[in-house]
């Protein structure tokens, strides 16, 4: 091309920063622009899949980096009753024996990215208010323009989103009152045996407590409610005891889990999503990515590594688009192209991953008698892309066996 792209990011979260961090690796010039005045270090632990997140990860030269704070341990896997019945029951790994999906803390994770980028690439506190048809952005500062593309990797509620779709996030129906409790090795011995340096899963009638550990020490608990209203309760106090009252019956050590004194940080977070399918007619100059796209919620696990991977195949699209000499093709044509093709292969991923999520927070939250009624279905729903397909048959045989006999030996007369 005769003169070099010019990319401005909204959002400095972990795909607006990959996007930024190939892009620089390629001496393509970009910037991000991101609301916080600081980065805000916060959110628990997540795992990223050798296929997306580690692939984005190895691409950016950061898988070095990722290992000093990987935790391969955290792999480990249970799956529980309310009565604290284990259903799965899965170790915790090391770097040989990984399955494939090693553990990392959020703010860890941004930390790599942010730090892997020069200091001026991210510009703090520009807080997006709008942005015009022409494509000029809007900020408290005052107003950018002159890109060849914005990128809107802001988030659940972006607003670089309706530039190109009318559609907006919508309340799921569950709703999540999160604690911490830090140093809980320490601090209550018997809790962070139970969640054993990995995940927790425990749900039934219309509930469930998911505890995970992170690197730091901490011990992140989320108690989630199916419920239509998105009113929660913000005190920390009266959530507690509404919580032992939802809970009652449930397993004591469970309970507990959202009950320690020590617990902090605590927050109330109804959960929204894109409608399952979410696309839009491309648009020339602009695109989205990650949550922005496609948010979801998390029972599936797979946000984060879909947008890993989004940032790495627009960053490919662009990369590839800066490579057009402009006698070949006018530079906004070709990048416009390139960009297009990013966006048709971003929703077809993303309807895939938007579709098992819901399946899965269906078997897990919306399902009379689960987990024991369906954990096949959820087992099967989880495995359908991790297994060849040729495969299936008889996974999904092992797995109907495996739970028919679990249940004639494990299964609780009251659950």
């Given at each position: 091309m005769s003169s070099p792209l010019k990319i401005a990011i909204i959002g400095a979260g972990p795909a607006g920063c990959?996007?930024?961090?190939l892009l620089h690796n390629e001496n393509i010039d970009v910037t991000i622009f991101e609301g916080e005045t600081v980065p805000r270090m916060y959110g628990g632990?997540?795992?990223?899949?050798?296929?997306?997140?580690?692939?984005?990860?190895?691409?950016?030269?950061?898988y070095e980096d990722f290992l000093k704070y990987a935790r391969f341990d955290g792999e480990s896997f249970q799956i529980t009753d309310r009565k604290l019945v284990r259903l799965i029951d899965l170790a915790g790994t090391d770097a040989k024996s990984s399955r494939g999906r090693p553990e990392i803390d959020r703010p860890a994770l941004r930390k790599i990215l942010i730090d892997s980028l020069p200091k001026d690439v991210i510009n703090w506190g520009w807080k997006l208010r709008t942005v015009d048809n022409d494509l000029t952005l809007h900020f408290d500062q005052g107003t950018k323009k002159g890109y060849d593309l914005i990128i809107g990797g802001d988030g659940t509620w972006s607003k670089v989103r309706p530039l190109l779709s009318d559609a907006a996030p919508y309340y799921s129906g569950i709703s999540g009152y999160i604690f911490e409790l830090p140093d809980a090795e320490h601090n209550d011995p018997a809790l962070y045996n139970l969640v054993r340096r990995g995940s927790l899963f425990?749900?039934?009638?219309?509930?469930?407590?998911?505890?995970?550990?992170?690197?730091?020490?901490?011990?992140?608990?989320a108690a989630w409610i199916t419920t239509p209203s998105t009113e929660g309760i913000h005190d920390e106090v009266a959530a507690k005891a509404y919580l032992k009252d939802q809970f009652a019956g449930w397993d004591p050590?469970?309970?507990?889990?959202?009950?320690?004194?020590d617990s902090t940080n605590f927050v109330f977070r109804p959960l929204f999503m894109l409608p399952v399918g979410h696309r839009w007619k491309?648009?020339?100059?602009?695109?989205?990515?990650?949550?922005a796209a496609h948010v979801m919620t998390p029972?599936?696990?797979?946000?984060?590594?879909?947008?890993?991977?989004?940032?790495?195949k627009l960053a490919d699209a662009i990369i590839e688009a800066s490579k057009?000499?402009?006698e070949d093709d006018g530079k906004g044509a070709a990048l416009s192209n390139f960009i297009k093709r990013f966006e048709e292969d971003?929703?077809?991923r993303a309807t895939k991953t938007q579709q098992m999520t819901v399946d899965m927070q269906e078997a897990m939250l919306f399902t009379p008698g689960a987990p024991w009624a369906n954990v096949e279905k959820y087992i099967l729903t989880a495995a359908r892309d991790e297994v060849p397909q040729l495969a299936l048959p008889l996974l999904t045989v092992a797995v109907y066996v495996y739970f028919f006999f679990l249940r004639l030996w494990k299964k609780p007369k009251d659950v």
């Open positions: 990959m996007v930024a961090r632990s997540l795992d990223l899949h050798t296929e997306t997140g580690l692939a984005a990860m190895k691409k950016a030269g950061l425990a749900w039934g009638s219309g509930r469930a407590i998911t505890a995970q550990q992170m690197g730091i020490g901490v011990v992140n608990t050590e469970l309970v507990r889990l959202t009950q320690h004194e491309h648009r020339p100059g602009v695109t989205l990515l990650g949550d029972f599936a696990g797979e946000g984060v590594n879909l947008a890993l991977e989004d940032a790495m057009v000499k402009s971003m929703f077809k």
